[in-house]
């Protein structure tokens, strides 16, 4: 089963990365996908602030395989 190297940034500093075995493609972006929503909630639901977060996949050789943003943008009243 190919592992995957998920790293979690959020406004450019680094959160934290994991290797995960996923059984294809398309359960690893689901996987990601999945994260980032997760992390959203937890990290970004409190914060008044403009906010990025992304996660980004490598194959096991370090190649960049898939990546997905969130953007946030709270503008004040």
Known sequence: MP???F???RNNHLLGEAWVEQA???DMRREALR????IAIDEMASSDLDETL???VHDEE???VYSATLSI???FA
Request: overall charge neutral; cysteine-free.
């Open 3 to 5: 592992t995957y190297r």
């Open 7 to 9: 790293q979690v940034v």
């Open 24 to 26: 294809n493609v398309d």
């Open 35 to 38: 994260a980032l929503h997760d």
């Open 54 to 56: 992304s996660v980004s």
């Open 62 to 64: 370090g190649r960049p």
């Open 73 to 75: 943008s709270q503008p």
